[in-house]
């Protein structure tokens, strides 16, 4: 199965469950499942923890198996024409840099909505302080 696979290679390097969860932005709890086949993974999620092992996605999937054992990521990577999967791995690198630059968009949208709260929150306060200094004169 592909979690072996992504654990023997991830083993021969040396590299911690901490270090390659963490490059690939998923908890070393998650890549322990996906190393123990407890869990699936995903084509995106895969290509990118190949990248991290710097594994060619095909050395990650081949294996000596039949096919009723195979994983069915195997089997459905292996059933694709090659320029079907050229097509599927510039899909999948587009995806990636859109959700990077959606999320980077979302960021600044975040920032700006933190800069007007911080800015009313000062206004609320000099509000406040006004408030107050008139309260004292009346006293």
Do not use: C, Y
């Amino acid at each position: 199965m592909i979690g072996n696979k992504l654990r023997e290679v991830r083993h021969s390097q040396s590299l911690s469950l901490t270090t390659v969860a963490s490059k690939a932005k998923i908890s070393a709890a998650t890549l322990s499942r996906i190393e123990t086949n407890k869990q699936g993974i995903d084509l995106g999620l895969f290509l990118v923890l190949a990248r991290i092992l710097q594994a060619a996605p095909h050395d990650l999937l081949s294996e000596e198996q039949d096919s009723e054992q195979s994983d069915p990521l195997v089997q459905q990577i292996a059933a694709l024409q090659t320029s079907d999967r050229t097509k599927l791995w510039r899909e999948l690198a587009a995806n990636r840099r859109a959700q990077r630059s959606s999320r980077r968009a979302e960021l600044r949208n975040v920032g700006q909505q933190v800069e007007e709260l911080i800015a009313q929150i000062e206004f609320l306060h000099e509000e406040l302080d006004a408030v107050r200094l008139r309260v004292k004169r009346k006293k």
